[in-house]
């Protein structure tokens, strides 16, 4: 038989896995990093209730009847009516666009401008020492008063939350990117690109940023989760977004007052604040086992 004929009776491998063999590689993932699994789950589902929230709610969360103020969580209110008679549960799921939107944004606009300063500051040596003791005086005051204090200086939005808990959150992410950059541009192949006169933005480019995407994907889930966190703060105190626009910070604030007598007004949005930023942070656990060579398991 001809090496023509073995050829064409050879059987062709299916382009797409079969269900049960991809069920098994999904399964399989989930036991070697459960972490991944259950925190991308989680945050997919708090995700939805987000963009599908004026499906899922029950009333519009800004509708006033003080009639119904105070009500016990019910058939009708499933967690119940604040003090000017709005329902909970559809506050609460509006409450959760606010916390993605400022926790993602925050995350992404920190990233791409720590990353940046990092890089520059890290391989450009003359940068270096002015740049980090501008970050190094950011970070010596805490996140929230830094936060709190430009707030102070401008009106309460979502727009200016984001702008000030990414400043505070800025430096981390840069001191993390110069730590990384400092110890790759000492490898043979970047010296070796120096010496070949390779210009600094294709070396910074080329061989500097692909390994600075991992650790700041790891830290860029952990900024999300503590911006969300000193989001719902500020709106706690009433330096964050304004009473109008539903968030779980001032709808623990509003709840508050009446803590001992109707703690479902704090404790719903309480709950899904501390579920989403677990679930943020299991996430980002699970990536950083996966992606730290130090730590991954083969699956």
């Given at each position: 038989m001809?090496?023509?004929?073995?050829?064409?009776?050879?059987p062709e491998l299916p382009?797409?896995?079969?269900?049960?063999?991809?069920?098994?590689?999904?399964?399989?993932?989930?036991?070697?990093?459960?972490?991944?699994?259950?925190?991308?789950?989680?945050?997919a589902l708090i995700l939805a209730s987000a963009v599908f929230a004026p499906w899922l709610g029950t009333v519009d969360p800004t509708a006033l009847a003080p009639a119904k103020r105070l009500r016990l969580p019910s058939e009708t209110y499933w967690f119940g009516t604040d003090m000017l008679g709005r329902d909970i549960y559809s506050r609460v799921l509006y409450g959760t666009r606010v916390s993605l939107q400022v926790g993602i944004s925050v995350a992404f606009f920190a990233s791409i401008i720590g990353m940046f300063i990092g890089l520059t500051s890290g391989f450009v040596r003359i940068l270096d020492t002015v740049v980090m003791r501008v970050m190094d005086g950011l970070m010596s005051i805490p996140g929230i008063l830094l936060a709190i204090a430009l707030m102070a200086l401008t009106r309460g939005s979502v727009g200016n939350v984001i702008i000030a808990i990414t400043i505070t959150e800025v430096p981390r992410v840069s001191r993390l990117v110069r730590g990384v950059v400092l110890s790759l541009r000492e490898q043979p192949y970047v010296e070796?690109?120096?010496?070949?006169?390779?210009?600094?933005?294709?070396?910074?480019?080329?061989?500097?940023?692909?390994n600075t995407l991992a650790p700041i994907t790891v830290q860029a889930t952990f900024i999300c989760a503590s911006a969300m966190i000193t989001e719902a703060t500020l709106s706690f105190i009433g330096a964050g977004t304004p009473p109008t626009i539903p968030s779980w910070g001032n709808i623990m604030a509003e709840g508050r007052a009446l803590w001992q007598v109707k703690p479902f007004i704090v404790f719903f949005p309480a709950v899904f604040l501390s579920v989403t930023v677990l679930s943020v942070n299991l996430l980002g656990d699970g990536l950083r086992d996966a992606l730290d060579p130090r730590m991954a398991k083969k699956i």
């Open positions: 001809s090496s023509t004929t073995l050829h064409a009776a050879a382009d797409v896995l079969p269900p049960r063999k991809a069920r098994g590689r999904v399964a399989m993932f989930a036991y070697r990093h459960p972490s991944i699994f259950v925190g991308g789950l989680l945050v070796a690109a120096v010496a070949a006169g390779t210009r600094v933005p294709k070396i910074i480019w080329k061989h500097i940023l692909p």
